[in-house]
Each structure stands twice: as C-alpha cells, then as structure tokens.
C-alpha cells in the first residue's frame, strides 16, 4: 500500500475525463473519433526540416530558460509591433500549458480567487486548485457569452485573476470586442491579473480575434504553437505580460522544466514565417459543415473560432448519451461534465477529417431521436 504516501494536492482534481474517453476509443476497431484536441494537418515541411537541422547541427543542449535568443527577439519584435507596451517581455514556455503552470505558481498564492468561466478548458480550475487558489467559477450557459457585470459581481478582496480563453476549448466561442474589452478594463480597475489563453487566436473565422492585451498593458497572454502549426508534441509556447511577472515565470522555469525543447524552438523560429491560411481556411469549412450537419437537431452556438462545438443533449445526461454514442456508434466525443459543473452538453472536435466528421454528423443524427 502506498497510498498513504501521496499528497494531499493530488485530490484537488481527477484524471482527465478527456484520456478516458481516448482510452476507451483504443478499445474500438474503427471508431469516429471527434474527440481529439489537435489538428489533424501535419506539420509543415520547413517546420520539420528546420528541427531536423537543428538536431544535426548539434543543438541539443540546455537553451537559455527564457528560450533561444532569435526566436525570442521575433516574437519580441512582433509583440511590441502589435501592442506597443513599454513593459511587455516574453518567455519562451514548454507548450502553452507550461505557461498556464508557471503563471499559476508565479501569481496564486493559497486562498487567492481565481475567476473561470463555465465551461472551460480542464486545467485552469485543476492547476488553481493544485497552488491553493479557490476557484470562482462564472455561469456562462446557454449561449456562452462573458457578462462582463456578473464577473464584476463575482470579484471578491481575494480575487488575484480572471482566466480568459478566446476564441474557447469548449465551446468554439469567440468573445465579442465589448466582452474583451469590458473584461480588460474590469480587470484593470479592480488591480487584477488578466490571463489571457490565445491558443486559438489562428482558429477565427469571422475576422480577426481580440486580444485584451488591446485594451489593459499589464494583461498576462499564453499563445503557443501546438494548434496553430498541428506541433502539439513538440511542447513548444509562449508567454508575455509585464516583465515583473515575466522574470519570475522564468526563475521558476529554471528550478522545474527548464527551457523548451531547443530544437523545437529552432524550428519555432521557421513557423513563425509560414502562412497557415489554408489550413485555417479547411478549418472554417469543416465548421460550417458540423454546425449545418446538427443545427437543425441539436441546440448549438455557432462557434466562431477553435475547432470545437459544444452542443446540449437531446436526453439524458452528458455521460449517459457520451456512452451511448460510445457504445452504439463508436463515436468518441467528450461529456461536458469534463468541462463544467454541469452534465448538460457535449465536446465535440472536427479537427478531423470530412470522411471522419460525416460519419459523426450521422450518427449524431441518430442519437438525437427520442430514446426508444
Ligand atoms: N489551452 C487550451 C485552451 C487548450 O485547449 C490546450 C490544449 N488542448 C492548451 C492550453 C494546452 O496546449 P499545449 O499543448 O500548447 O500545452
């Protein structure tokens, strides 16, 4: 036995629902998978063969903690070109998740209230909790949308952060510039942090996305190079916000991961310059082609951005018709309870291909009969 052995923080949250559900998808022989968070483009060829190079070249050491020195000073530069703050430094992070950690361990202190909205991506409540913070959670059902009064009205005097995902893993939704900007200044006035995850920002399809960094100078943005280049195991992201802050998730980056991938990072630099609007462009398409697929059936928003749509079930519960479609259709998607504090609604990703996402626009059709 050695349970007794483990933390007391390992509690604070479960494994993933979403490896779950990619577990019991190994099982089947020829699933319909719509479950995956990655994109289903491969990555381009230059991206490769620069990481390729760099491997051979010989750069394989330890890079400096804050990332190597060009690909830092490009992004450097591309910063300051778009939001011309005279504080804003960035850091090179091991995928845009090493920069949700170092930020929460930089910035929460236990007892500080960490703002969510509901649904959200798994680790912004789990990676809170797992510091101490106390997770604050703000309804966003039915349509998903920011009530920039009802965020006010959740902050406390130990509010420390309000964490924003746009465009939204859930959801697909893409904040409005009133709700960005609205937040940013709400999060200017009350003196709190803004932390902005920009996964997505390539994945807009009605024009470009907001950043609240527009808006408030000392918002802390996450972006990274997973989805954007369909590198996602190449751990690979990016982190800015005012320096003070900045420094500090780079100390803490020297005594935990270390430094990013530094071959990655070479082959970052090459990314930066290749045009994904193709990509993206496939990517509207297959949007269009869900949400025309299920409107009619199912009660769904539009999403306007990532590759995700949250649809309500037409029974059940999230988990009871997850493992119907599971069960009966071999269709993998995600119970919204692995999102949310409510079991109401499903995930479901269409980075995959049109074959893949008809055969589940099918058997979604099917699943929304009534039950016999
Ligand atoms: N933020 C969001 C909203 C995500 O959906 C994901 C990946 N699913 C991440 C962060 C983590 O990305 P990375 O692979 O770059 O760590």
Redesign the pocket.
Known sequence: MTHHWLADRTRTFDPSGIRKVFELGAKLADPINLSI??PDFDVPVEVKEAAIEAIREGRNGYALSQGIPPLREKLQARIDDEYGHGDRQVLVT?????G?VLAMWALINPGDEVIVFDPC?V?YDALAAMVGGRVVYVDTYPDFRIDVAQVAAAITGRTKMIVL?SP??PTGVVASEAEVRGLAELAARHDVVLLS?E??REFCYEGPCLSPARYNDRVLV?D????SHGM?GW???FAHGPSAVIEEMIKLQQYSFVCAPQPAQWAGLVALDVEMDAQIAQYRRKRDMLYQGLAERYELVRPGG?FYAFPRVPWGTGAEFVERAIRQHGLLIIPGSVFSRRDSHFRISYAADEATIRRGIEALGQLALPRP
Request: charged share 10%.
């Open positions: 968070g990655q091991c995928g845009t998740s090493g949700l991506f680790m995902n939204a893993n995850d996964i997505y996450l990274g190079f997973s989805k996602p751990r690979l992201g990532a």
